[in-house]
């Protein structure tokens, strides 16, 4: 807790912290509020998904990837705050019709309050396909220092999605169910559990046009192979995630005049 | 003089969709063409049409209107939620709510986790909600359960923690969606008496209420709203009253609205619901500010003896009427109020053309520019039947020196010190 302060701007900036963190924390709270196993919720999730799909490549696919735990656990990972942050954020607006309607609430929160709360899971999670490696004989390299970079990323992908999403919800109230769907399909076509590089060249495009794709696999450059993630690729998405987050931000801004006659 | 809150030209619609619009994208999908065709609005209503009014800071204005008359739309874009068709909106100074107490709180954390976020989404910093800790705690007399989940709270309870928290988040500019039936009796009266201290902090309050009375007795002005529209904007028992009139069946006659632009002998307009409001069943033909000598005086001296002529026309018979004056200062505060029924002086039936004088023999105030404000009221005050709001203008000349409201006869005299001039300091009088 800090200093009252006089400037205007610098409270703002204040108030604007102060705003996302009691959201975010209330977010985290209610999550975990009434259950006994509390935190250990966000982890048993990817341990779980994980165990599956080690019992799969092993006993059924027969798909040859070293470290494949850590393997496994880093796409499970992604793409869990991926997905669970998407749907979260798609009901962002629809979800929160009174904070819309309060004098002076700054809408535009409310889209980074769901993606940061997710984020904060996959952080919490994080260490365990670190522990996995180093159980497993790898070593970490300074590659790790980029990671902070491919997180944020992640983040503004999902934020520029976010705004989009949230938008179109309030108009369109079954677009979190589509995208449900939509994610199904997605998931399978983003190499969670298996290599990319199995799949045929002529489909290759698909994976290079999925952001995902270029995000696990930075995720994975620097934690299992100890790499700098491929920086061409990583610039490409740096420029994607702009545009996206300007879009979105855009859409979201016009479509925020009637968020109050909508909701 | 600065405004608080600035509306001008004001307009806002909303748009009103076909029964069968889609509201799901499977929808659009299946329907193809003709349902995308649906998307589209199906007309557009005015909830808000050209509205323009100023509030002065410190003030407390009531709107008031039928339902659907666009008050509460107002009171939203007033605090920037939404965003105006035409027109624009200014508010200076940070807004407060009283709308929408328990926003952001949840049953399931504790009485003090709600309070940090309600307060931060009330507009406070986590410094500022935690200073304020315990003296919002102690407003809703709730200290022995604020570490229990709000689910165990009462209703009333729940209410009193969020009309709690949004009285200490110290707006400048306070909007209130009705006067809050907030627990029971006793909090009640608490949160009209906290009302009344933030206006006397000197806070600009709007109030959106349908009680009529609660707008007379709180708000110094009252606007009044119909079917989006102005209809009338001045001092709140008057508009309130003349609203009242016009709401029960008995008194609606033709619009006022629709009568001409009426020149005073002083040259000033009259505009109907802008300085002039009322019934017009009784008419004030002329209002004459006198001197001594009985010429027509703009200014005057302090002490100096001031005559009001009225002269008024009674088309049909009107069963005794109460004349009222007030002496307002510029700024709107009241320097005297008083009328024939605070004076004891009951009038007959009145019927045609008449004439009545008011005589202060001594107009005590300091100098100043005032108003002299004329009105008719029904014998019940239920409404007024014709009054003119800042029509007459009267100086009261400076004197140099003198600070405050009233300058009543006065002189300095001083004892003959030199007896004790020895022992006690004097003071130079002159």
């Known amino acids: 807790m800090r200093n009252p302060v006089a400037s205007p701007h610098v409270r703002k900036s204040l108030y604007i912290y102060d705003l996302l963190r009691e959201l975010v924390v209330r977010d985290m709270k209610l999550r975990y509020k009434r259950s006994v196993l509390g935190i250990v919720w966000s982890l048993l999730n990817p341990l779980f998904q994980m165990l599956v799909f080690i019992f799969l490549s092993h006993r059924v696919l027969s798909l040859d990837i070293p470290n494949y735990p850590s393997f496994v656990f880093t796409g499970v990972l992604a793409w869990s705050w991926f997905q669970s942050a998407v749907i979260a954020t798609t009901g962002a607006i629809t979800g929160n019709r009174e904070l819309i309607k309060r004098p002076g609430f700054p809408a535009a929160i409310l889209p980074v309050v769901t993606v940061t709360a997710n984020l904060i899971h996959f952080l919490l999670a994080l260490p365990v396909p670190l522990l996995f490696l180093l159980l497993g004989g790898g070593r970490l390299t300074g590659a790790i220092l980029t990671l902070p970079l491919v997180i944020l990323f992640q983040f503004l992908l999902l934020l520029g999605l976010g705004y989009l999403a949230a938008a179109v919800q309030v108009t369109f109230r079954d677009t979190q169910h589509l995208l449900g769907v939509f994610l199904i399909l997605l998931f399978y076509l983003t190499p969670v559990f298996y290599d990319a590089s199995v799949v045929s ?39 994607f995630v702009g545009v996206l987050l300007w879009l979105g931000r855009t859409v979201f801004t016009r479509a925020s005049y009637r968020f109050v006659e909508e909701l | ?123 406070l910093t986590r410094y500022e909600v935690a200073r304020r800790f315990d003296a919002i705690v102690d407003f809703a007399e709730l200290e022995t359960f604020i570490d229990n989940p709000l689910r165990t709270y009462s209703t009333g309870m729940q209410m009193r923690l969020g009309f709690a928290v949004a009285v200490h988040t110290d707006p400048e500019i306070l ?32 109030l959106v209420s349908h ?28 508009v309130a009253g003349q609203y009242v ?165 006065h002189r300095w005299e001083m004892e003959d010190v030199s007896v004790r001039h020895a022992s006690l300091p004097t003071f130079e009088v002159s």
């Open chain 2, 211 to 238: 009680d009529t009375n609660s707008i007379q007795q709180l708000c110094d002005e009252a606007l009044w709203l119909r079917r989006g529209k102005l209809v009338a904007y001045g001092p709140a028992d008057v």
């Open chain 2, 1 to 123: 003089m600065p405004k608080a809150i600035i509306v001008q030209n004001l307009s806002k619609s909303f748009r009103r969709y076909h029964a069968d619009r889609p509201t799901t994208l499977k929808e659009v999908l299946l329907r193809g063409l003709r349902g995308l065709r649906r998307i589209a609005p199906a007309e557009r209503f005015w909830a808000l049409r050209d509205v323009s009014f100023s509030v002065a800071p410190g003030r407390m204005v009531g709107v008031i209107g039928p339902n659907g008359a666009g008050k509460s739309t107002l009171l939203r874009l007033i605090g920037g939620v939404g965003r105006p068709d035409q027109g624009n909106v200014e508010a200076h100074g940070r807004i407060g709510a009283l709308l929408d107490l328990g926003a952001g709180f949840h049953p399931d954390l504790t009485g003090r986790e709600n309070v940090f976020i309600n307060g931060v989404i009330a507009g």
């Open chain 2, 245 to 409: 009139a016009e709401m029960s069946a008995e008194t609606r006659r033709r619009t006022p609205a629709a009568r001409p632009v009426v020149r005073t002998s002083t040259g000033a307009e009259l505009q109907v619901n802008e300085n002039r409001f009322g019934s017009m069943e009784m008419e004030i033909v002329a209002v004459r500010l006198l001197d001594l000598a009985g010429f027509p005086v703009t200014e005057l001296d302090s002490g100096d003896p001031l005559r009001v002529e009225i002269e008024y026309l009674a088309p049909d018979p009107i069963p005794e009427p109460i004349f009222g004056i007030t002496v307002s200062r510029e700024d709107g505060l009241v320097c005297y109020d008083t009328s024939t029924e605070a004076s004891g002086t009951h009038l007959p039936t009145v019927h045609g053309p008449g004439q009545i004088t008011f005589h202060i023999d001594r107009l005590d105030l300091i100098g100043g520019q005032y108003y002299v404000d004329v009105g008719i009221y029904e014998r019940e005050w239920a409404y007024a039947y014709d009054y003119h709001w800042h029509v007459y203008p009267l100086i009261v000349r400076l004197t140099g020196g003198e600070k405050g409201i009233l300058r009543p006869p």
């Open chain 2, 175 to 206: 909007l209130i969606d009705e006067i809050l039936a907030v627990g029971d009796l006793v909090f009640q009266r608490k949160c009209l008496d906290r009302i009344a201290q933030f206006k006397d902090e000197g806070r600009t309050i709007v």
């Open chain 1, 201 to 239: 060249g002529r489909y290759q495009i698909f994976y290079y046009l999925n952001p995902m794709f270029h995000l696990i696999t930075a995720y994975r450059a620097i934690l299992i192979q100890g790499n700098l993630p491929d920086l061409r690729f990583l610039l490409a998405l740096g420029v």
